[in-house]
């Protein structure tokens, strides 16, 4: 033993001082850095104090209105703008995540070009302009020019219509994977030309949707989800609505429903069908429901191969007959491909004949300007093919086609064919990665332009910081290759020279403001647009006689079927930005990958489990996925989700799952691709060996009757009304039974008496408790006590309270592997548990977060007092205190404490959006939600200007501001007049886990709430 | 063994290392009774500029625990910091030798001439260079140092100035509810309008701003600068 120790003492010594003075060098503080003032103060800026400018989202074509918080010339937070009528302040997930798009690190900085297969030079801005203006300028008689972008609005149709008549041979077709075609096409094929469809779902009393995923990605989800929230409240003003959902598969969505009917894949089309003429045999039907049912085979015993469920047509045709005013929607699967248009009319139909249109459904006036839509584009791309059209240049912008079209598809094959391949693009993606002439584009916090979401709302978007890179907006590329081509703008006092300049000119027009229009643009500029009627306003247009429909492609027995959905991520595009890709999906909970979803039914006979690795084959390709088994897919269904499998697109994307899209069948006739395929009936799924794996962020889908997650159902709260203390909030079970039953404790049984005295003990009880007796001393509040609510009815499990939450504070991504070790960072997750009734799997969503105890389980704990409770009722943390033992996180109750285990960094220039008010954590550091604190001492301090209180709805945290259905309240709760006060005292008010263990959360979640009222008979 | 050994005295090097960071609450509370400016760590420099004194601490209050009792002990101690630009008397060389003593006592400028967010942001600000250059076009435009930020601002070039007054990390300062509290710039800056060179002259320490708040009977919860 002596003899192995071979380290003197002065060695010891010699490592001991080395030691001692690393570890001291290391813990000491880092120099700060040299301190810069302007060269010349721009006008806005105080240094400290965050500027908003108004903007407009550019993320889908919903056309959200926005406000840019910017600090010393940066973006760092995005928030919906609160008087724009499309959002009224709420903000999804991919919206919050622009941001991140805009700071990505592989942005194309400069203006690019290549010969022939070589790889990207950056070159000149002039001469790749002059090059692609000589290029349509002298495009040869027999060629044409194809210009691809995004569904564009306002003053850039106006410009792209000046682009066609410089360049008489250009074809403009608009392009997006997620395309509303077949409801344009409906509502002509019902209406006539010039006349679209919008929604208004707080019309609704019962709503029924075909796989149109509302809340999520379909159309415009951030207004659809206030909307329906609007109504999911047992108070709601008109009631509230009855919701019913077929899809072949649960979304989130359909995990909101009060009823989610799991439909084989391909019967959604004769469910519109059947449900068609159930409604038009109760209502009085027009010669166009005739018409158009003419030919669809509904026998009883072809719907009944086809799985349709006779029983749910009637219930649900009953509940929409009896109903003032419903709403029936398709979209998904069931609105894709040659069938969409077919699917889409059938709703339109059932909506007319309901007398929802005017109401619920909104028409609109629409001009049809360019093609649009797969179908479109690949006709083209087929015309190319066989050389009956040859292409001089290809102008692409805002759009992936080549990503987004099936492996099979010529369109790829279009993009060698062309003589110069231009695309104005944010990043290399999968279509400009064919480009010969990259003109990089600007972002919308960059550029302006401008949208008009509805007729009359025309959206306002000025750019909130300087360019960060060599880069342009649309418009002033499309502006500076037509000026290239000798074309001029504008008058001789007031030549257009910029977009902006083009832009304004257009409102000029529009508005018809004579001499004082400057004033009213500064107003515009200000107010982020301008919009003088509800979105909602709708035209009168009478129904078509005649409607005629295609037949069906005949359906096939036993076929199993491929099945690409859209998730919250939207079309491909999100896929680059780290907190979409970390950002757990809701229902499936997995991150930074794709999935297989499928029944157990499927999964047995292909003998795979979850999170076995397979390859499913089509007749077009094969993807490979990890497998998630689920009771809530159709048997005859394999899900992938759309978004993933990026080959290029920047760092965050590449290489992260596979595409579904890749092996679609890319025949389509009419409007969008076909999102359902078959799979190879022989070695269609095979288990295959991979490095890849699926990484879930939730461990259970149960919540073993804890009570965390809470439903009622309507009837038991009216029953509450009517003077019975009906307190059991775990009606998951007895929500649907009736009520003589008796069910799980105290839900349904007993009377009056009984009821309060088991209230005392009644972990399950909703509403203000009184309090048990305390052991702990109380904390004093002399002025303010930070509470939270959040109202579970309203909650859709959207996650953009998530995002918005990483956003403002600070919170770093770790990536997948990190990820499958629990070590995520979110402040907020959201949880979700299949405890429902079969009906609505389900139990519902809940966002949570630190709880604020009062009695908090982690402050005793911790060694050094880092955590601590404030006379705010705020737990605080003091990073700076902070030693990492981690002692706070196992002692709390809720788990929503994180742990630096790793110096997170993002790459430049991503800090550049880092909150400057909001410390960036270190490794070995707790942290977790503050109630964003940095945004009460704000409040604070300009209250403490004016010389009062801080008002009630003066401060709202992160998550509350963005929540598109405003399911979140912050506020003080000592001020009974507030609002949180007055909601956390609700009949549905409950505590999570606090009767339990008498933690006394400062957060109170109120009860979802599930319409389980029976028809009653037609 | 061998690398147990150094295992051990890596462990005992990081432990030591660490607790000489983390002063004995008794220290502490020493280090607080004693006027600022005569702190152990500060060096002799710092005695030329006076400095204001803070009011001793009274004795109760330096039972070691938590705010909630009351009463908390906060370090003051610069036991590191005589390497680092956190220290008193930090006095780096700036890019242009700026002379407060010139402008404030001699020509009467104010402060918020200058520093003009000071009342209204978190942060004081630094004058931007066309500031400067709004008197420096004529005046002394013969000196080397107004040269210098004449070329700077002929190049559009920010003057990169060497911060004096750091706070420790992980603290948030407002500028503005200060001035607003009534609490002077020389409060924590010292006599700036008589220092050729600025320099550090308060430890900017959480004893410092806590006995401060305590004695003005403001907030002293944690989450008021840390978060």
Redesign the interface.
């Known amino acids: 033993m002596q003899e192995k120790t071979k380290f003197s003492r002065r060695e010891f010594l010699k490592v001991l001082g080395a030691t001692t003075s690393a570890a001291a060098v290391g813990c000491s503080q880092e120099l700060p850095e040299k301190m810069a003032g302007y060269v010349s103060p721009p006008n806005e800026v105080i240094p400290g104090i965050a500027v908003w400018y108004a903007g407009s989202c550019g993320e889908c074509s919903a056309g959200c209105g926005v406000l840019v918080r910017t600090r010393e010339g940066r973006a760092v937070k995005l928030e919906g703008n609160p008087h724009h009528p499309v959002n009224r302040g709420g903000l999804c997930a991919l919206g919050q995540a622009s941001i991140q798009a805009h700071y990505d690190p592989d942005r194309i900085r400069e203006p690019l070009k290549r010969e022939l297969k070589a790889s990207f030079v950056p070159t000149e801005w002039k001469s790749s302009i002059e090059a692609v203006a000589a290029a349509v300028k002298d495009c040869p008689p027999d060629k044409e020019i194809l210009f691809i972008s995004e569904p564009l609005s306002g003053s850039a149709v106006a410009l792209v219509e000046e682009l066609k008549k410089a360049a008489p041979r250009l074809t403009h077709v608009e392009y997006e994977l997620l395309s509303r075609d077949a409801i344009d096409l409906a509502a002509t094929a019902v209406y006539g030309n010039g006349v679209t469809t919008h929604f208004d779902f707080s019309k609704a009393d019962v709503i029924a949707s075909f796989g149109a995923d509302f809340l999520e990605s379909w159309i415009s989800p951030v207004e659809f989800s206030r909307q329906w929230a609007e109504r999911r409240k047992p108070d709601s003003a008109g009631g509230m609505s009855y919701y019913v959902h077929f899809e072949p598969r649960l979304s989130l969505t359909a995990a909101n429903a009060d009823r989610f009917v799991k439909t084989n894949a391909g019967s959604e089309l004769f469910y519109l069908a059947a449900l068609l003429r159930a409604v038009s045999g109760m209502r009085s039907a027009s010669g166009a429901v005739t018409s158009a049912l003419g030919s669809l085979d509904l026998s009883d015993a072809n719907l009944k191969k086809l799985g349709v469920s006779m029983s749910v047509v009637n219930d649900v045709a009953k509940r929409l007959v009896s109903a003032g005013t419903s709403l029936v929607v398709a979209g998904g699967s069931s609105l894709s491909g040659d069938e969409g248009v077919t699917a889409a009319t059938l709703a339109l139909l059932i909506n007319e004949t309901l007398g929802n249109v005017g109401k619920s459904v909104v028409l609109r006036e629409s001009s049809k300007r360019a093609a649009s839509g797969h179908a479109a584009l690949a006709e083209i791309a087929q015309a190319v093919a066989t050389d009956s059209r040859k292409l001089a240049v290809i102008i692409t912008t805002g759009a992936n086609p080549v990503f987004t079209s099936p492996a099979g598809s010529p369109i790829r094959a279009m993009y060698s064919k062309a003589g110069l391949v231009v695309a104005i693009s944010t990043h290399i993606d999968e279509t400009t990665q064919f480009a010969t002439v990259v003109l990089p584009r600007s972002t919308s916090f960059e550029s302006w332009s401008d949208a008009e979401p509805a007729p009359g709302v025309w959206n306002l978007n000025q750019p909130s910081m300087q360019p960060i890179y060599a880069t342009q907006g649309l418009g002033d590329t499309i502006l500076a290759i037509l000026l290239q081509m000798g074309k001029t703008y504008g008058t001789q006092d007031a030549p257009v020279r910029s977009f902006h300049d083009f832009m304004r000119a257009q409102w000029k027009t529009r508005t018809g403001a004579n001499g004082n229009f400057e004033a009213q643009w500064l107003k515009y500029v200000e107010r982020g647009g301008s919009w003088d009627k509800p979105v909602t306003t709708s035209v009168a247009r009478s129904a078509t006689g005649n409607v005629a429909l295609p037949a069906p492609k005949p359906r096939v027995d036993g076929e199993l079927k491929f099945l690409a959905f859209a998730t919250l991520v939207g079309d491909s595009r999100g896929a680059n930005r780290a907190w979409l890709q970390e950002l757990p999906d809701p229902i499936a909970n997995a991150v930074w990958g794709s999935w297989v979803e499928m029944s157990p039914k499927t999964a047995a006979h292909y003998n795979v489990k979850t999170g076995d690795i397979v390859q499913t084959r089509t007749a077009n390709g094969a993807v490979g996925a990890p497998v998630i088994v689920s009771k809530y897919v159709a048997d005859n269904v394999l899900a992938v989700p759309i978004g993933q499998g990026h080959e290029a697109y920047g760092r965050y994307a590449q290489g992260v799952g596979a595409n579904p899209i890749a092996i679609l069948d890319p025949t389509t006739t009419s409007g969008g691709l076909s999102f359902v395929s078959t799979v190879a009936a022989d070695g269609g799924v095979r288990r295959v060996s991979s490095s890849e794996r699926l990484v879930q962020t939730f461990g259970s889908d149960t919540q073993e009757k804890r009570g965390i997650i809470r439903t009622v159902g309507l009837s038991t709260l009216a029953h509450a009304a009517a003077g019975h203390h009906v307190a059991d909030a775990h009606l998951a079970e007895s929500a649907f039974e009736d009520h003589g039953k008796s069910s799980h404790g105290a839900a349904s049984s007993g009377h009056g008496e009984e009821k309060h005295a088991a209230k005392h003990h009644d972990p399950m009880a909703l509403g203000p408790q009184p309090e048990p007796p305390q052991m702990y001393k109380q904390m004093n509040h002399p002025m303010y006590r930070w509470g939270m609510t959040i109202d579970l009815a309203a909650c859709t499990g959207c996650s953009a309270c998530v995002v918005a939450c990483s956003a403002e504070n600070n919170v770093p991504i770790v990536g997948k592997d990190l990820v499958s070790r629990g070590r995520e960072m979110w402040w907020i997750r959201v949880e979700r548990y299949f405890d429902g009734p079969e009906e609505a799997p389900v139990e519902g969503f809940l966002p949570m977060f630190c709880q604020h105890c009062a009695n908090a389980p982690c402050e005793p704990v911790c060694p050094v007092f880092a955590t601590y409770h404030n006379e705010e009722g705020l737990n605080t943390m003091v990073y700076n205190r902070c030693v990492g033992t981690r002692y706070c996180s196992n002692n709390c109750s809720y788990k929503v404490r994180r742990f630096n285990w790793f110096h997170y960094k993002w790459p430049e220039p991503l800090t550049w959006q880092l909150n400057p008010d909001v410390t960036v954590r270190e490794v070995g550091i707790m942290e977790k939600c503050s109630f964003c604190n940095h945004r009460i001492i704000e409040a604070k301090n300009n209250a403490k200007n004016e010389g009062r209180e801080v008002r009630d709805g003066e401060i709202a945290t992160a998550c509350s501001a963005t929540c598109p259905t405003k399911a979140i309240t912050f506020g003080n709760l000592l001020d009974h007049d507030s609002e949180v006060y007055k909601l956390s005292q609700n009949a549905r008010a409950y505590k999570v886990l606090d009767q339990y263990i008498n933690t006394q959360p400062a957060v109170s979640y109120l009860a979802r709430v599930r319409n389980d009222q029976k028809t009653t008979g037609a | 063994?061998?690398r147990v050994?150094?295992l051990l005295?890596?462990f005992?090097?990081?432990v030591?290392?660490?607790c000489?960071?983390i002063p004995h609450p008794q220290n502490a509370g020493a280090q607080n009774q004693a006027p600022a400016g005569s702190s152990a760590g500060a060096p002799a420099g710092a005695e030329a500029v006076p400095t204001p004194t803070l009011p001793p601490v009274p004795h109760e209050t330096l039972i070691s625990g938590?705010?909630?009792e009351g009463k908390a002990v906060f370090s003051d101690v610069e036991l590191?910091d005589i390497?680092?630009?956190?220290a008193r008397g930090y006095k780096p060389e700036q890019p242009i030798k700026f002379n407060h003593r010139i402008h404030v006592e001699k020509n009467h400028m104010e402060c918020q001439y200058c520093h003009s967010?000071v009342s209204?942001?978190?942060?004081a600000?630094?004058?931007?260079?066309?500031?400067c250059m709004g008197c420096h076009k004529l005046v002394r435009t013969d000196r080397p140092d107004i040269k210098i930020l004449k070329d700077?601002?002929d190049k559009?070039?920010?003057?990169?100035?060497?911060?004096v007054n750091?706070l420790?990390?992980?603290?948030?300062f407002?500028h503005?509810?200060h001035v607003?509290g009534g609490v002077g710039c020389q409060s924590c800056h010292g006599l700036v309008q008589k220092m050729d060179v600025v320099e550090k002259v308060s430890s900017l320490k959480m004893g410092f701003c806590v006995s401060c708040h305590r004695d003005r009977g403001v907030t002293i919860?944690?989450?008021?600068c840390?978060?």
């Open positions: 063994m061998r050994v150094s005295a890596l005992c090097g990081v030591v290392a660490v000489a960071q938590v705010w909630r590191l390497f680092t630009p956190y967010s209204k942001s978190s942060v600000s630094i004058p931007s260079t066309e500031l700077h601002f559009q070039k920010p003057v990169e100035w060497e911060p750091n420790p990390e992980h603290a948030h407002n503005e509810r607003k919860d944690c989450a008021a840390h978060y």
